[in-house]
């Protein structure tokens, strides 16, 4: 059992950044893929990013690509999300999830989600 808690969400200007962090509880983070997802109002979850067990590999959307940066922290049971020159349709609920498969951007591919951090880029 894993359990997530992000944090870090906020309100932005467009241009500006944000870092989104995400700790897991269990002593078994280091076993999973992790990634993160976002969800505007009346749209999908869609796919941001994703990172190995070992943080060795990333994945990333194309929407994001060279703006955002995944990482983790294994011994301390975090995974980043740092998020440079923001757009305002970067708006959305950002949620980490953790997945036995490594790089999916499939939500049903993550057993794990946390409840999600609210970001808000103004233009």
């Known amino acids: 059992q894993v359990q997530l808690v992000e944090s870090g969400g906020g309100l932005v200007q467009a241009g500006g950044s944000l870092r989104l962090s995400c700790a897991a509880s269990g002593r078994t983070f280091r076993s999973y893929a992790m990634g993160w997802f976002r969800q505007a109002p009346g749209k999908e979850r869609e796919f941001v990013a994703a990172i190995s067990w070992s943080g060795g590999s990333t994945y990333y959307a194309d929407s994001v690509k060279g703006r955002f940066t995944i990482s983790r922290d294994n011994a301390k049971n975090t995974v980043y999300l740092q998020m440079n020159s923001l757009k305002p349709e970067d708006t959305a609920v950002y949620y980490c999830?953790?997945?036995?498969?490594?790089?999916?951007?499939?939500?049903?591919?993550?057993?794990?989600w946390g409840q999600g951090t609210q970001v808000t880029v103004s233009s």
């Open positions: 999830a953790a997945s036995v498969v490594a790089g999916s951007g499939v939500p049903d591919d993550y057993n794990y």
